[in-house]
């Protein structure tokens, strides 16, 4: 008799994969599920990648996305399906326009507008990459979050906090927002990320792993995570994982100006320009580690203390 198969247990960058592999359920409509979240929403940088994941299904392989425009509409509900619909705005020579609309519950929830590009040469400058510590000298998620435990009133939060960013190795330069609770600082943080594994560059039919979208999206995701956390810093406040502030992400808006990989080291520098009337600004360059300028991103979200 022969022995059953066992499959090798499927690492949290794996079901990362899996979350960002949406069902084609017809020809511009698209499915995807959520992962555990600390809150009860959907985390936005899920599905602003899903969202560019099926606005690129339905973009030729050699046009991938330069540009993207977004606006989170309603709280996600993690526990029910999400419906992706593509609108095929515009196939240009060079551009191509993809609007997608996120729906559950029969309202949408989530709205992005994407640009894609052939690739063109051009004129070329950037500003320099800021100094940072390598990031083999940092501590990871998992030895500097315990550190704080005593912030987290539900130790729960602090389980899901991590099990959230097993996928990706995010390694803060100076303390989170939690670290230094009660102490203002500049608002200015900065973080190196990667994925927790190396990505396969095989090539495949779905248009997603073997080439730079796959790269893309999964820093689409990434950026959702720690953007929001330089406004905090400007007041002392703890963050959104400790109960000190509420907080939810409004818009997001990304430039992606050059080839990177996820897989490998990303300097993520972001700053908080202002907040005022509940509500805060911050934008974000994302490097590579030899200092190119990769990413540009910025981002408004809901910043409240709760009264009382």
Same mark, same amino acid.
């Given at each position: ?11 949290? =960058? ?6 960002? /592999? @949406?069902?084609? +359920?017809? &020809? ?7 992962? !555990? ?123 899901? =906090? ?6 990706? /190795? @995010?390694?803060? +330069?100076? &303390? ?7 102490? !203002? ?124």
């Amino acid at each position: 008799m022969n022995e059953p198969l066992t499959q090798e247990p499927s690492t949290p =960058l794996d079901d990362l994969l899996g979350i960002l /592999d @949406l069902e084609r +359920v017809e &020809e511009d409509i698209f499915r995807g599920v959520s992962r !555990p979240s600390m809150v009860p929403r959907v985390f936005g940088g899920q599905v602003a990648a899903q969202a560019l994941v099926a606005a690129g299904r339905t973009v030729p392989a050699d046009r991938i996305p330069h540009s993207l425009h977004s606006y989170f509409l309603r709280p996600g509900d993690p526990e029910v399906p999400i419906v992706y619909t593509v609108d095929r705005i515009r196939d240009g020579r060079s551009f191509t326009t993809r609007r997608v609309v996120a729906v559950q519950h029969g309202q949408p929830i989530f709205h992005l507008s994407a640009s894609f590009q052939t690739d063109e040469e051009g004129l070329e400058h950037q500003e320099p990459m800021p100094p940072a510590p390598d990031p083999e000298t940092l501590p990871t998620a998992a030895e500097m979050l315990p550190r704080h435990a005593h912030r987290f009133a539900d130790p729960l939060l602090l389980d899901r =906090l991590l099990e959230a960013r097993a996928a990706v /190795d @995010l390694r803060y +330069v100076d &303390e989170p927002p939690y670290g230094d609770f009660g102490a !203002p600082r500049e608002p200015r943080s900065q973080v190196w990320f990667r994925t927790s594994g190396k990505l396969d560059d095989a090539p495949a039919p779905d248009r997603l792993w073997g080439d730079p979208l796959l790269h893309i999206c999964l820093a689409t995701y990434v950026s959702d995570m720690t953007l929001l956390d330089s406004v905090l810093l400007a007041h002392g406040r703890g963050g959104w994982a400790v109960g000190d502030v509420v907080g939810a992400s409004l818009d997001h808006a990304m430039w992606f100006h050059r080839p990177f990989r996820a897989d490998d080291w990303l300097l993520y520098d972001q700053e908080s320009p202002t907040s005022q009337s509940g509500r805060g600004l911050a934008r974000g360059r994302i490097f590579t580690r030899t200092g190119e300028l990769a990413i540009s991103v910025i981002q408004e979200g809901v910043v409240r203390v709760p009264r009382g």
